[in-house]
């Protein structure tokens, strides 16, 4: 059965720092490129992030270019997003995605092949 279990999300002040993470299973964590959406109230989910296989190229959002960094631990089989100078526009849930590296990069919702449950990121102002 494939996983990918998210969590470190909670409550922040503008500012601060949150570190999430990602837990894969079910599936070969290694061929797969990996991604961060988020979701806010109201609104379409929207691209974050993404890393690829191997030596983890990476790609970012406008938005969060400068402030987000996210990596990946081939041995964990974990994808981490580190969320630095939060921001309260940043407040969504966050959902980690995989899909197969043929997709790179992955920038969009209809190239994920599997989807976490999401954690919900609150920062305040």
């Known amino acids: 059965e494939v996983q990918l279990a998210e969590s470190g999300g909670g409550l922040v002040q503008s500012g601060g720092s949150l570190r999430l993470s990602c837990a894969a299973s079910?599936?070969?964590?290694?061929?797969?490129?990996m991604a961060w959406f988020r979701q806010a109230p109201g609104k379409e989910r929207e691209w974050v992030s993404c890393?690829?296989?191997?030596?983890?190229?990476?790609h970012y959002a406008d938005s969060v270019k400068g402030r987000f960094t996210i990596s990946r631990d081939t041995a964990k089989n974990t994808v981490y997003l580190q969320m630095n100078s939060v921001k309260p526009e940043d407040t969504a849930v966050y959902f980690c995605?995989?899909?197969?590296?043929?997709?790179?990069?992955?920038?969009?919702?209809?190239?994920?092949?599997?989807w976490g449950q999401g954690t919900q990121v609150t920062v305040s102002s």
């Open positions: 890393i690829s296989t191997g030596h983890g190229s990476t």
């Open positions: 995605a995989a899909g197969p590296i043929t997709k790179w990069p992955m920038r969009d919702a209809t190239e994920v092949e599997y």
């Open positions: 079910g599936f070969s964590f290694d061929a797969y490129a």
